[in-house]
């Protein structure tokens, strides 16, 4: 169950302040809330007259959260200590174990040294809450502050308010997917337009659109009922939306994905020393695995992702099991296969930033088992995106027929598809079929993101644009382009450009880095982000894996992704 607050806010200001808000705090109590939001704006004198209230809420046991409506950063974009000063001293006289403030305008020449100094030591924690003006509730400045933060160590973190987004214009899921690192509350409201303006209003119970966003939250996070609240029997009224926001996860909430995949995933060893692998003694434990490596990176990225496979009833197979879950996907429908193993392979270590030799022992494996009777359409019409690649088609017929079926139903429900050829030509009885069939696989996805020798062997064209003008002839709607360390081409049917790739100093090992970009791009088309953006997204998740030994481990967070990324 959820820890659910009351914002005193939400029986509205007239009731409030004839009332008091200290009226509230056996309401709240009364009707299971784990505590109260105190609001310093429905105070009916400035400075507000604390001591009646606060003794109230020491009696009262309830979680107190202080909210002031005092920007932390002037319009100078330096914090404003005289604000903030107040703001904690009255948090310290009510009691509060939380002081909740709107950004103001936060810059890139803000400093945040002050802020960490006053916090240092403080018993109150402090949250910035996304607000409903443009330097404030939208996602540039917030990402920059947070990110910030996060880097120098000032430990301040976010109230997401899921209403709030509607008032910039902000979509609250792309938000979700960008700010859940750093959200350590939650304030819940529904939104709806009457007479040409935006009201809050209450949740409802059938609409499963903020159970997606609260999914995307870690579980241990209080939710806040900020929504109006009126009628004869507040007490009852309060105590049902306080039962509603308190679900464990709802099942339509727990099957929503963003985006779903299938392949095989291996254990794979790395070699600790470079040389012939016959020779190499020592070798390091990773995981493998295009579509794995793709499901990583869109997981660190903050999106819910799903992953269809069977292991074997083995050691490898619960290694595979336990590093996805540590890093957030979902494997509810990975099978495990009782009759066939679950594959590895052996990587040499390169030292020159050439591609290293794979070795790879996955014929027979459980992941190549995998067929039409595996697919669950629950399970994938919960997610919004599906990610294809050429390898896991090519392990068998029943593989591939799977294949087939996936895109045909992910088309046939409306969903987005991209689509990564990721060539393994020792995988096809030859080149002539792997030709055919990658090509008839890509002609059913929406995003396709060939690598430039992929696409010259694929399409017979020599050219960037040529390859591009022959997958949205065959229905794509968007080509990206792989072009190593030239960067990467795109191409729609109303836009193309070239993105340059972004410099590293070392190059340490290239295998992931095409899974690292197609997370990359995808989670940008995802937000809605220009296509010049989403393909520069995509170089830098790259870059970020070619200077790391193993396939995903140099995959970034969202934190160090926009922490890289150009102002």
């Known amino acids: 169950m959820h820890?659910?607050?009351?914002?005193?806010s939400a029986y509205g200001a007239s009731l409030v302040q004839t009332h008091g808000q200290q009226h509230f705090i056996a309401l709240a109590a009364v009707a299971g809330a784990a505590g109260i939001e105190i609001r310093r704006e429905l105070f009916p004198t400035t400075p507000p007259e604390l001591g009646p209230l606060a003794d109230a809420l020491a009696h009262s046991h309830l979680d107190v959260v202080y909210s002031a409506p005092l920007e932390l950063f002037g319009t100078d974009g330096q914090l404003d200590l005289a604000r903030l000063d107040l703001a904690l001293a009255e948090a310290v006289e009510l009691g509060a174990s939380t002081l909740k403030l709107p950004l103001g305008y936060y810059g890139a020449g803000s400093d945040l040294a002050p802020l960490a100094?006053?916090?240092?030591?403080?018993?109150?924690?402090?949250l910035v809450e996304n607000d409903q003006t443009p330097y404030g509730g939208t996602l540039a400045p917030l990402v920059a502050f947070f990110t910030a933060c996060r880097a120098e160590g000032v430990p301040v973190g976010m109230t997401f308010d899921i209403g709030n987004w509607h008032w910039t214009g902000t979509d609250p899921l792309v938000a979700a997917v960008a700010l859940a690192p750093y959200v350590d509350y939650l304030h819940g409201k529904g939104v709806e337009a009457r007479g040409g303006k935006l009201h809050a209003v209450p949740l409802s119970e059938s609409d499963a659109g903020w159970r997606r966003l609260f999914a995307h939250f870690r579980a241990d996070i209080p939710r806040a009922i900020e929504f109006p609240l009126s009628g004869g029997d507040l007490a009852a009224l309060t105590a049902r939306y306080v039962a509603l926001l308190a679900e464990p996860q709802a099942p339509d909430a727990v099957d929503t994905l963003d985006v779903v995949t299938f392949g095989e995933?291996?254990?794979m060893f790395v070699a600790d020393e470079p040389g012939d692998?016959?020779?190499v003694a020592h070798f390091s434990r990773r995981l493998a695995g295009a579509e794995t490596n793709f499901c990583v990176g869109m997981a660190r990225l903050g999106y819910r992702v799903g992953w269809v496979s069977r292991l074997g009833q083995d050691a490898f197979g619960r290694f595979v099991r336990a590093t996805l879950a540590a890093e957030g996907v979902d494997c509810r429908c990975v099978a495990t296969d009782s009759r066939y193993p679950t594959g590895f392979q052996l990587k040499s270590r390169a030292v020159d930033g050439s591609d290293p030799v794979v070795e790879y022992f996955r014929k027979?494996?459980?992941?190549?088992?995998?067929?039409?009777?595996?697919f669950d359409p629950a399970y994938f019409s919960a997610a919004r995106h599906f990610h294809c690649t050429g390898v896991a088609p090519a392990l068998s017929?029943?593989?591939?027929?799977?294949?087939?079926?996936?895109?045909d139903f992910m088309r046939g429900a409306g969903k987005t598809i991209s689509f990564d050829p990721n060539l393994r030509p020792s995988l096809w009885p030859s080149e002539a079929e792997m030709i055919r069939r990658i090509n008839a696989l890509a002609?059913?996805?929406d995003w396709v993101l060939p690598g430039i020798a992929e696409g010259r062997l694929l399409t017979g064209c020599r050219t960037p644009e040529d390859i591009a003008a022959f997958y949205l002839a065959q229905g794509a709607r968007l080509v990206v382009i792989k072009l190593g360390a030239e960067g990467a081409y795109y191409r729609s049917a109303s836009e193309q450009g070239y993105v340059a790739a972004v410099p590293v100093d070392e190059v340490i090992d290239t295998v992931g880095a095409g899974d690292g970009f197609a997370a990359g791009v995808v989670s940008a088309l995802l937000e809605g982000l220009p296509l010049a953006a989403a393909v520069a997204r995509g170089n830098r998740v790259g870059a970020f894996a070619i200077q790391s030994v193993g396939d995903m481990e140099g995959l970034p967070t969202r934190a160090e992704l926009e922490a890289a990324s150009p102002a």
Do not use: E, Y
């Open 3 to 8: 820890a659910v607050n009351v914002v005193t």
């Open 117 to 126: 100094q006053r916090l240092a030591g403080s018993p109150v924690r402090l």
């Open 265 to 267: 995933a291996m254990a």
């Open 277 to 279: 692998l016959a020779a």
């Open 364 to 374: 027979g494996s459980a992941a190549s088992r995998l067929s039409r009777a595996d």
């Open 397 to 407: 017929d029943d593989t591939w027929q799977f294949a087939l079926h996936a895109l």
């Open 443 to 445: 002609a059913k996805a």
